[in-house]
């Protein structure tokens, strides 16, 4: 077992333990110190602590023969006949790991009349398109479509299995990690390879203002999720590439305890995916009389208005409208962040809009660190203005005299 | 009707940043609470006894301070609780985690249905139900906003699937993970708390567990690794604008026309 070592006569001084760790998995009662089960093994206590009062201790170290994997797989979500966007995402980035760790791209799409997006796939450069073409895949049903994805692991042995962030795949990727007993990790913001083929996995951690660097070294395939709009679309090429594959499973490994009785689309919302330009409200613009001004500015530049969680917590703005880890992806053209601290979990869902403006009045803020344009101020005062000037054509008047 | 909940102790506060000078980790305060969205699962369990009869247990793997979180089921409701720790659990990333909740569910008996919340605050992975579920073999539903129907055999439920709502029907035994619109939590009640302050937790550890293999738990039974923790990125062709309100306006109005994204208003 691995584990880490306590040295009591290394630790003098027992009070400073206890903040050593993030997770409270230090426990020390009089002389007694202990790690508990909350334990990450993040290790901070090893390289924070003092020398030698924490070690890390590994005894087996697992490897796997990393030469009888190869290749990026890329799960396809199929949604009313049509590929989901958020899995052209991934063949983008799948591409663009195969390349560097010399590899193939090999595409999966389970359903059921799967010609036309096979087809399609070839139009994104894909390697191989493997497809499940078959009546009983018709409606996701997690069984079958487990059965499916292992069928397909063992067939093609995938080093790296990549699966949209969607309510599909984030029951089926860590139902088939589950199976393969290998990691799998979920909404990946960075995702990049090593050329022997290690998957470098980067998420926001633990809850916090932190980032995580994971990966998965002694097992196979490496699973990991992303979110709709993180990585951007590829280019449909206009000639196809790769070869289809049609597979099938015999009946009895398609049976399923659930009979899905009824889909309805939900009503079409205008997504904020879709925005070009969104202006986000935080807890620094707070009142619903104040997030009038918010509105009026969105009207005038033709943008949709968005919030950080504790304005849909506080019921002033829609739950669709949240931006963040736990809430939407977005990359607009430009995203203008009003009162906004711009935890980790917000900026997650933000920092590849192509522009971006904050205005918050605390020149600490953390949301500063993301902005391309970082304005130190009031936005109760200076969005007031704003909206005067461009009611009042003042820039106008303005841009005429410089003329 | 049996059903077991499955709910976790996170940090109060996830105010939780990295020194970036010195590494070391800030943070504001050691206190904990129940996992916010197993509240709703804890919900969804009751109203289900409430139809459906049986009973309600709630499980929780964590370090012995997690039994406040099993006492607070008490106090909304619950009639049995279960605490799986043991220091081999350390370490242990999703995969060990739902491995060792689907041992501990299994050491304690079968179960009609398995609740989870949607995600943990701390943890925000959203992947322990499906994974516990396949180490149970049993199907699973996650995003599950309403319960329309339950039966003696099966339970409907409608799940949201993002662009579409389906209704799906599901024999037991199966495990549902559900969304905050599910129901409003009940808050815990002072006579329930006098009622159950007595009430016995069933402490588990690896010895309870069928699987003794300490490898397949903790770090060893991990496949993920944390290389490194580190502060977000910083935006490093960044402009910072001071100066007084009206100033900012200006210059921020002429910056969208600039940019094209305000067109004069014409
Ligand atoms: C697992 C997990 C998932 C999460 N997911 C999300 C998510 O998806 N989306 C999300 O947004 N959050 C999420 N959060 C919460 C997140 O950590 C932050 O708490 C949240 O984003 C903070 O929102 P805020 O910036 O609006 O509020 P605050 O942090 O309170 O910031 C308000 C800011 O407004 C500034 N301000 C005040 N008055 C003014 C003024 N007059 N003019 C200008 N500036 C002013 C202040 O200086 C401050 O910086 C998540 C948290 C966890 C633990
Ligand atoms: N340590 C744990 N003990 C009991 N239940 C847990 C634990 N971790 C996660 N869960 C359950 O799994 C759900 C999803 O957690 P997560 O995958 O961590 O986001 C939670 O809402 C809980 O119901």
Not at chain 1, 117 to 125: D, F, G, N, P, T
Not at chain 1, 238 to 243: A, F, Q, R, V
Not at chain 2, 112 to 120: A, D, F, R, V, Y
Request: hydrophobic fraction near 40%.
């Amino acid at each position: 077992m691995s584990y880490i070592e306590i040295n009591n006569d290394k630790l003098p001084d027992k009070t400073i333990l206890e903040a050593l760790c993030p997770f409270n998995s230090i426990e020390v009662s009089g002389e007694e110190v202990s790690i508990n089960s909350s334990c990450r093994m993040c290790k901070l206590c090893v390289k924070n602590g003092p020398q030698g009062g924490f070690v890390f201790v590994e005894n087996t170290v697992k490897t796997i023969d990393r030469s009888h994997w190869s290749g990026i797989a890329v799960f396809i979500e199929i949604e009313e006949h049509k590929i989901h966007p958020v899995s052209l995402e991934m063949i983008g980035k799948a591409r663009e790991l195969a390349q560097k760790a010399q590899q193939k791209v090999i595409a999966l799409v389970i359903g059921n009349n799967l010609t036309n997006a096979a087809k399609e796939l070839q139009y994104y450069q894909v390697d191989k398109v493997c497809a499940y073409d078959d009546k009983a895949l018709n409606d996701f049903r997690i069984e079958p479509y487990t059965a499916v994805m292992e069928d397909f692991i063992h067939r093609e042995k995938p080093a790296v299995f990549l699966v949209g962030g969607t309510t599909m795949g984030r029951n089926l990727a860590p139902r088939t990690a589950a199976r393969f007993r290998t990691g799998l990790t979920a909404d990946c913001t960075v995702l990049d390879i090593r050329e022997n083929g290690e998957l470098d996995q980067i998420r926001p951690a633990f809850g916090g203002n932190i980032m995580a660097h994971i990966q998965t070294p002694a097992h196979r395939p490496q699973f990991a999720t992303v979110r709709y709009k993180i990585f951007p679309t590829p280019l449909r090429k206009n000639k196809t590439s790769g070869i289809i594959e049609y597979f099938s499973l015999p009946a009895n490994k398609l049976t399923s305890s659930i009979t899905v009785l009824d889909i309805h689309h939900k009503e079409k919302e205008t997504h904020l995916e879709n925005a070009e330009i969104i202006i986000a409200a935080g807890r620094g613009i707070g009142t619903q009389e104040n997030l009038k001004l918010i509105d009026k500015l969105s009207n005038l530049l033709n943008a949709q208005v968005a919030g950080t969680r504790p304005m849909i917590e506080s019921g002033l703005i829609d739950p669709r409208k949240q931006i963040g880890l736990s809430g939407r992806t977005v990359r607009p053209k430009l995203l203008i962040a009003c009162g906004i601290s711009g935890s980790v979990q917000f900026t997650a869902g933000m920092n590849s809009a192509e522009r971006i403006i904050a205005i918050n009045s605390d020149p600490n803020a953390a949301i500063f660190n993301t902005a391309h344009v970082g304005i130190v101020g009031d936005a109760l005062e200076i969005l007031p203005m704003l909206i005067s000037n461009i009611e009042s054509g003042k820039s106008l008047a303005m841009e005429a005299a410089n003329v | 009707m049996d059903i077991m909940v499955l709910i976790k102790q996170v940090p109060m506060s996830s105010d939780v940043g990295v020194d970036e000078e010195t590494g070391v980790i800030k943070r504001e305060s050691g206190d904990t609470k129940m996992n916010p969205y197993d509240l709703y699962a804890l919900e969804a369990a009751f109203q289900t006894r409430e139809k459906m009869g049986g009973t309600v247990s709630v499980l929780t793997m964590g370090p012995p301070q997690a039994e406040q979180v099993i006492r607070e089921a008490f106090m909304m409701g619950a009639d049995k609780g279960y605490l799986l720790t043991d220091r081999a659990f350390a370490g242990s990333d999703v995969l060990a985690t739902s491995y060792a909740l689907a041992q501990g569910i299994q050491s304690i008996g079968k179960f009609n249905l398995i609740i989870c919340g949607k995600q943990t605050t701390d943890g925000d992975t959203a992947q322990v139900a499906s994974e516990c579920s396949e180490f149970l073999n049993i199907p699973c539903i996650t995003n599950v906003t309403s319960i329309p129907e339950i039966n003696n055999d099966s339970i409907n439920v409608i799940s949201d699937m993002g662009q579409t709502i389906e209704t799906v029907k599901m024999l037991y035994p199966c495990m549902i993970a559900v969304d905050k619109e599910i129901y409003q939590p009940r808050l815990p009640s002072y006579r329930r708390k006098k009622l159950t302050l007595n009430q016995n937790i069933t402490r588990l550890n690896l010895s309870n567990l069928d699987d003794k293999d300490n490898n397949q738990y903790g770090l060893d039974g991990s496949p993920t690794r944390v290389v490194k923790i580190f502060p977000p990125p910083v935006q490093d062709e960044k402009e910072i604008w001071n100066g007084e309100s009206d100033q900012l306006a200006d210059r921020l109005l002429n910056l969208l026309k600039d940019e094209k994204f305000y067109q004069g208003g014409i």
